[in-house]
């Protein structure tokens, strides 16, 4: 039996074999972090090697600031998966998640990386109910 959920970025369908993701941003999400990140950590270990680190120079504190931000971004997004069609024996774990207010289903995979599905606060009762029927903790 198949199940299918909108969510507010597109589909979420729960199959007999697989687990199909249908969504607009991850893609989009996957190649702007995967790009960004290193260009700006390119430029603060450039500005930081340029210039005698001054404790006293607010630039050179957002610099490192910078340089800390991008990098827990770029190891955030390395650990992340994209993948759109998920087999259920590639599946370890499926929960739903909050953090800061919006919810999002987490699924870890046996490989270590996690896909995360995000805007499913509408259909957060349905996905729960999904969840313990079919993926019982």
Known sequence: METTLKTNFGELTFGKDAIIIED????????????????????????????????TSPMDWLYVLVIIVYTFILLN??????????PLHEINTVKLRSFLGAKFLEIKLKNGKVRQVKGVRRIATAIKQYINTNYPQ
């Open 77 to 86: 997004s390395l650990r992340l998966s994209y993948q759109e069609h998920i």
């Open 24 to 55: 607009k941003i991850s893609r989009n999400s996957e190649r702007v972090m995967l790009i960004i990140s290193p260009i700006w950590l390119f430029i603060g270990v450039l500005h930081l090697s340029r210039v005698n680190f001054h404790p």
